[in-house]
């Protein structure tokens, strides 16, 4: 069965610091792996994907991640955190055997410091 | 281009009855999947419809049900509430051409008394 885990449940950091967001995953076959965010009281927007091809993929919000096969991790990254990036970050794993159904992470909630 | 849409945004119930949520997929998208969030966790699979039959299931009991209809919208159904289904119900829908990316509406709060 395919698990996602997000080994932080809350990060703080400096706004204008760099950011790295863990992500290790579970799975038989190539995975499809996502990242989304949600603020507060709403639902989940798509940051980055990565399908195949080249394993560091870039997103929206200046958001990036890289994934490393031999680690079994797809980390999500951003060189400068701005105060509106604080929110709720959820790591996912979909496709093959599982079809269309995303299995997520229990998520990383990033706060920003002035 | 309109996004997935979800109605109500909240809703009060008590426990026994039973509850209908409703998702408006974003254009050009024929599959919808439904996932429900409890407080302080990531969102789980219930089930998802593609061509109006269900095309696969999460481990939720039967009083779980969806719809989907010919305009590509969706009902989910959960009949004989329990304290336990409240929750954030989140619709997302995903394109013909990438049918593994799913995009996601603001969800519906259930809350059950």
């Known amino acids: 069965a395919q698990s996602v885990t997000q080994p932080d449940i809350h990060i703080t950091v400096s706004e204008g610091a760099s950011l790295e967001l863990r992500c290790n995953y579970s799975?038989?076959?190539?995975?499809?792996l996502f990242w989304y965010v949600q603020s507060p009281g709403q639902g989940l927007q798509l940051l980055l994907k990565?399908?195949?091809?080249?394993?560091l993929v870039q997103g929206i919000k200046g958001f990036e991640a890289e994934f490393k096969r031999s680690q079994s991790s797809f980390n999500l990254r951003k060189p400068s955190v701005h105060w509106s990036d604080a929110a709720e970050y959820f790591c996912a794993v979909g496709g093959g055997n599982a079809g269309n159904m995303l299995t997520f992470g229990g998520g990383t909630r990033l706060m920003v410091k002035p | 281009e309109t996004g997935v849409t979800q109605s109500p945004t909240h809703l009060i119930k008590t426990r026994g009855q039973q509850v209908t949520l409703r998702c408006s997929s974003q254009?050009?998208?024929?599959?919808v999947s439904w996932y429900q969030q409890a407080l302080g966790q990531g969102p789980q699979f219930i089930f998802q419809y593609y061509r109006e039959e269900e095309n696969g299931r999460g481990n939720f009991p039967p009083r779980f049900s969806g719809l989907q209809f010919p305009n590509y919208s969706s009902e989910l159904n959960v009949n004989a509430l329990e304290l336990d289904d409240s929750a954030l119900y989140l619709c997302?829908?995903?394109?013909?051409?990438?049918?593994?990316?799913?995009?996601f509406g603001p969800g519906t709060r259930l809350l059950v008394l």
């Open positions: 990565y399908f195949s091809g080249d394993t």
């Open positions: 997302a829908s995903s394109p013909r051409q990438v049918p593994e990316t799913q995009y």
């Open positions: 254009s050009g998208h024929n599959t």
């Open positions: 799975y038989g076959a190539t995975p499809y």
